[in-house]
């Protein structure tokens, strides 16, 4: 197994270093590939996936695979600000 550098995340810039990604021979459950990382912080979807690689997230490919999610919109939204968060995830997605 070659492990590469991780992909660069705007809102996260250490996430090594807070501990959302860590260092695992575990294989990624989206793309089926071992790449020496997988994400240990929180992933809102319907299944329950112990696996994701960083790359599988920068690239879009686990939130759309699994329609999941990496942070709770729920408080937002129950505060009535669910154009903001439509409004930054449409963003992402085209970014």
Not at 9 to 14: S, V
Not at 26 to 53: L, N
Not at 65 to 93: H, N, T
Request: with cysteine; charged share 25%.
């Amino acid at each position: 197994m070659t492990i590469e550098a991780i992909p660069s995340f705007k809102y996260h810039p250490d996430p090594i270093g807070t501990g959302a990604i860590a260092a695992s021979d575990q294989v990624c459950e989206c793309c089926g590939k071992a790449r020496g990382y997988v994400y240990k912080a929180s992933f809102y979807a319907a299944d329950e996936i112990d696996s994701i690689c960083p790359w599988c997230i920068a690239d879009g490919k686990a939130a759309k695979k699994y329609d999941g999610m990496f942070c709770d919109d729920y408080p937002l939204a129950e505060a009535g600000i669910d154009s903001a968060i439509q409004a930054c995830d449409d963003r992402d997605r085209h970014s």
